[in-house]
């Protein structure tokens, strides 16, 4: 089994960006996490990219490469249909994550436009949601 785990614009900033939100671990924190806890039962990867066009691109390439992929498209979320569409049009598993509860935040954040391509949507976990998608992953029958 081969995930690929996608975090969209400013997770690159994990650590330093608005710790009171996402907490003081940096995105490396982040993919060591996940990695200790899957070590030896599956292959993680990772991406990262602030721009639009390269997490389509991946999204495109996972649909050959890997058995899921779990992505916090950011800010993308709330108004990227091109993501919507490249999640629609691959047949690989996709579940989508957000480290805060964005049904808690700021009126335009609780709108998802990429969730409803995706078999289901996780918020408000910290990095734990990370594992329950690659969990929801591994344990999803359609």
Known sequence: MKIIVINGPNLNLLG?????????????DLEN????????????EFFQSNY???????????????DGVVINPGAFTHYSYAIHDAIRSIKTKVVEVHISNIHQREE???????????????????????????????????
Do not use: W
């Open 16 to 28: 330093k960006r608005e710790p009171t939100v996402y907490g003081n671990n940096t995105l490396e």
């Open 33 to 44: 996490y996940i990695k200790n806890e899957f070590k030896e039962k599956i292959d993680v």
């Open 52 to 66: 639009e066009g390269a997490i389509i691109d991946m999204l495109h390439r996972a649909n050959d490469e890997f």
């Open 108 to 142: 335009f954040r609780q709108k998802s436009v990429t969730a409803a391509s995706c078999i289901g949507q996780i918020s408000g976990f910290g990095f734990y949601g990370y594992i329950l998608g690659i969990n929801a992953i591994l344990n999803f029958s359609e």
